[in-house]
């Protein structure tokens, strides 16, 4: 079954955003790889692909999740 997740920014966690960005991406590759992603993006404050300074205010990720009976 997949689950969304609705991650919501706190004001300012831009740059923590940036400096975790590369792991995450790493971390959704192998999800994607393993089936267990459906998609993933984040919420930008502007309706553009490089928000700049503006930033995000969360993200969501859509994946499986599996659960042992």
Do not use: C, N, W
Request: aromatic residues 6%.
């Amino acid at each position: 079954m997949f689950y969304a997740i609705l991650a919501e920014d706190v004001p300012g966690s831009l740059e923590k955003r940036l400096a975790a960005r590369p792991a995450h991406v790493e971390r959704l590759r192998a999800l994607q790889s393993d089936g267990r992603l459906l998609l993933a993006g984040p919420h930008p404050l502007t309706d553009s692909p490089d928000p700049g300074p503006a930033g995000f205010s969360g993200s969501l990720i859509v994946r499986r999740i599996r659960f042992s009976r």
